[in-house]
């Protein structure tokens, strides 16, 4: 969507399996959502049906849900074919309405959150280890992924009022966390968080952070929680105070030659957030023997070939990461908690998401946008419109 396009009127446009009913004790209930119901629409409001929790299922009262740039992607249909209409919003954090009859892990009223994927094959090596983000059979994704266990729906994500998901998948959100502010944990979080546990980052490890977005700043604020030193990579003089704001230790301009010759060797381990193609050598020579860069964010284009002399000289390893496994989303919560780790975000409103994906593609957020639900109305009103 362009800037200045005028956001298109509401809808009351209901998704293709409905029959379900408002206020239902025991049946299935229909969520006030906002999704894409074409790559150029933009987001309107709609209606979801969730499905009455089966026995292993917990049904959520969505309270905030973080906006990604993730979403930004798959509701404009950049990432190829997309299924509309499509409810983004995989950085979920609400309360527990319902409960099926085996979940006895979760209880009504308690805080809870969602991620990225809301459900895998449970059966594959990677599964088993508790890497369901790597499942060989392919997660099913929050949105816009096939639903294995409810016949061939899509599944939607967390711009809605409501959200059903199996237990497995659902994590424990410690009450000493804001719940807006925690929202972004569910992905920014446990995707820079994972990589620096990975690395076993510990007390004087120094951490270099390529990019200070809602990826990066969550790095910078993980490592640092862990007991690293932080030097912050960036190419804009301007985001030099932001980032010693939020704990950086040095803040690298990249294009300043000296400056990056000066950090020759100093590094442990660098978590790259950029997602736009960009020369890595010169980052591979500030990094130790045995060193390694996580390449976190996934370009469009091709980038600048690799060096393969830069790595070798210093046994250095060259890696991606995605996400993080539910054990280690739990654990990761859990950290922020004990370290008083959160998001640093700004609120939205429902009506304000338009103009957010805008100001996201722009840049122009520190450092991550948190839709409040309460904002969506009601199913009822949509059915009105
Ligand atoms: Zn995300
Ligand atoms: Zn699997």
């Known amino acids: 969507m362009t800037p200045g396009r005028p956001v298109p009127p509401p809808l009351a446009k209901p998704l293709p399996d409905l029959g379900a009913r408002d206020e239902v004790a025991d049946g299935p209930r229909l969520a006030a959502a906002y999704g894409a119901t074409a790559s150029d629409s933009g987001l309107v409001p709609l209606t979801v049906a969730r499905r009455a929790p089966k026995e292993d299922d917990v049904e959520i009262a969505v309270e905030f849900c973080g906006l990604c740039h993730s979403d930004v992607h798959a509701t404009r249909g950049e990432w190829g074919h997309q299924n509309y209409p499509l409810v983004p919003g995989h950085e979920i954090v609400g309360r527990v309405s319902r409960v099926g009859s085996a979940v006895d892990d979760f209880t009504p009223g308690e805080l809870v959150g969602v991620g990225c994927l809301v459900d895998s094959c449970r059966d594959c090596d990677s599964c088993l280890d508790g890497l369901e983000q790597y499942c060989e059979n392919g997660m099913t994704g929050t949105y816009g992924s096939k639903d294995r266990r409810n016949g061939d729906a899509i599944t939607q994500g967390g711009y809605a009022t409501s959200v059903v998901v199996d237990r497995r998948y659902v994590l424990h959100v410690p009450e000493s966390l804001d719940p807006a502010a925690a929202a972004p944990l569910l992905c920014a979080g446990v995707t820079t968080y994972s990589p620096l546990r990975h690395f076993d980052v510990e007390d004087g490890d120094v951490v270099g952070v390529i990019g200070l977005g809602g990826l990066g700043h969550m790095a910078v604020k993980l490592a640092k929680a862990m007991g690293a030193e932080v030097k912050v990579f960036t190419t804009s003089e301007s985001k030099i105070a932001a980032a010693r704001e939020i704990g950086a230790d040095e803040v690298i301009l990249s294009r300043d030659e000296a400056a990056m010759d ?36 996934l370009p469009s284009e091709d980038m600048p070939p690799v060096n393969p002399g830069a790595l070798i000289r210093r046994r250095i390893a060259y890696a991606g990461s995605l996400i993080g496994g539910i054990a280690e989303t739990q654990e990761m919560l859990d950290f922020c908690a004990e370290h008083g780790v959160t998001s640093d975000v700004e609120v939205v409103r429902a009506d304000q998401l338009n103009e957010a994906y805008n100001r996201m593609v722009a840049g122009d957020v520190k450092y991550r946008f948190v839709l409040d639900t309460s904002t969506l109305g009601t199913p009822s009103e949509r059915a009105d419109a």
């Open 262 to 297: 000066a950090a020759n060797r100093s590094i442990d381990v660098i978590i790259d957030t950029v997602a736009a193609p960009h020369d890595l050598n010169p980052y591979f020579r500030t990094l130790r023997v045995d060193g390694a860069l996580f390449q976190l964010g």
